[in-house]
Nanobody, 122 residues
Framework: QVQLVESGGGLTQAGGSLRLSCTASGRTFSGYNMGWFRQPPGKEREFVTIINWSGGTTYYTDSVKGRFTVSRDNAKNTVYLQMNSLKPEDTAVYYC???????????????WGQGTQVTVSS
């Protein structure tokens, strides 16, 4: 019932910033918790952040705390990931996702975007 389309990935230098966007189709976007995962080259996909349906509660994995900010605009059916102070180790394919749960486990996430590449050079 929900389709997610990501944009905003690209190449930047260490210390730079990127803003990812994920726009959802459907009328029930505001009823889902939304979040972001990432998969570095040669590694498993990992949790990055989650934001609740209202946007008032967020949670981040330790490696991005203080650098990344997740937000959402339910009127636009869009969730954002503002990434500042980027490091080469942030290089990954980034996926947005939707869930009915409050979980960091990807098995509990219902809908997934196609992924967008983020590359950070040293």
């Amino acid at each position: 019932q929900v389709q997610l389309v990501e944009s905003g990935g690209g190449l930047t230098q260490a210390g730079g910033s990127l803003r990812l966007s994920c726009t959802a189709s459907g009328r029930t976007f505001s009823g889902y918790n939304m979040g972001w995962f990432r998969q570095p080259p040669g590694k498993e996909r990992e949790f990055v952040t989650i934001i609740n349906w209202s946007g008032g509660t967020t949670y981040y994995t330790d490696s991005v705390k203080g650098r990344f900010t997740v937000s959402r605009d339910n009127a636009k059916n869009t969730v954002y990931l503002q990434m500042n102070s980027l490091k080469p180790e942030d290089t990954a394919v980034y996926y947005c996702a939707a869930t009915n749960a409050w979980s960091t486990s990807q098995a509990e996430w219902r809908y997934w975007g196609q992924g967008t590449q983020v590359t950070v050079s040293s």
